[in-house]
């Protein structure tokens, strides 16, 4: 059954709403909600609540703070259902930003920590950023629970936070920390609904690229981020997210290109071009790596890892620079240095020393490793870079 929004005289629209979904969140919501009082922002602030079937007291303490936040002039909206199962967290979501009245959105997990001129210095961003995802550098809980994540998050350069859409598990800022104008949102488009196991966040912010939207960074850390084994992410499989990623590659990146490698000749970039489509495929030119095992083999069968040798007429177990035919998913391994001297080469030429080059920027699909947000240990496979002392292309 759904709970009807708290009843209230009508008021002003606020200029921010904090969008906040709860689900069985009670051992975190007070210095959740505590954060929100705390914030500096002098415009007027807005908490919408949207309470997703919670067994625990996560409703008795919202309802608690309710009274401090609204005796500081913080109006709390309060939404929610009771039904034996949750709806999910893009469901959640969406009903809170409904049932809010803010021209930004503040968007706030409920086991997160906010940092008192947050909303402040997000919202001057946003200001000068009116159709870009507004993210912050993040402080994790607990501090070593994820180090290479955590480092990723915040070191990340302006600009890759673009270009490494295509390499990343989940979006460049992560939606814990996003912030953008209601209009935009709207622009958009809802988050999915589909429920547990469904990487809503990735799936908007895709859907925000292809609409031309932006992505900014304020480089201050404004969110206390929480790890622990109960968080949502934990719900999403690595192969849904890596469906989805190849998805995104393949529709706004590889239509551009007329050739590309693939940086990794070993199960994960054997992976990535089993994932692609067969047009896709015949684009690859050729596997690269610099695993020394990988590059004594030599020039070899992608298939079936099938050892070849060298080419005829060379004495090293590989070529200055080289590459397959297109489709027969053949993969040279080569060297760092090799790799500096790369000149991509029309497909089906063959290779004696160094290839002419191909016209036009050319592209390596990377299927190495990045941080995940779900395994402080392990990484998921990346897609796209740049060929070293190669023209980029931006996809």
Known sequence: MQRPENSRAPRPPALVSIILPVHNAEEWLDECLKSVLQQDFEGSLELSVFDD????????????????????????????HDSPSPRGVGYSK??????????????????????PQRVRLQHQAAEQHPTSIIGCQVRRDPPDSTARYTRWINQLAPDQLLTQVFTSHGPTVIMPTWFCSRAWF????????????VPEDLLFFYEHLRKGGGVVRVDQSLLLYRYHLHAATHSVLESTIWAHRVCFLEEQALPRWAAFTIW???????????SLTTASQRKVVAFCDVDKNK????????????????????SQ???????????VGRALALSLREMSQFQPH???????????????????????????RKDPSHGYPSCISELPGRPSSSA
């Open 295 to 314: 590059i004594k083999k030599g020039f070899y069968c992608h298939e079936d890892a099938q050892v070849c040798g060298p080419l005829p007429g060379e």
């Open 346 to 372: 029309e497909p089906g030429s063959k290779v004696q020393g160094a290839p002419p080059p191909l016209g036009g920027a050319h592209v390596t699909c990377v299927a190495g490793a990045v941080p995940s």
């Open 186 to 197: 709207s622009h958009v488009g809802l988050f999915d609904e589909g429920g547990q196991g």
């Open 94 to 115: 969406n009903q809170a930003i409904v049932q809010s009245s803010g021209s930004y959105l503040c968007f706030l997990d409920s086991d997160d920590v906010m940092m």
């Open 317 to 327: 177990p590989w070529p200055a620079g080289a590459a397959s035919a297109p489709g």
């Open 264 to 274: 990794n000749a070993g199960k994960q970039g054997r992976r990535l071009y089993r």
């Open 53 to 80: 079937a919670s067994k625990d007291k996560s409703m008795t303490i919202i309802e608690r703070w309710k009274g401090k936040l609204e005796s500081a002039g913080i109006p709390v909206v309060i939404g929610g």
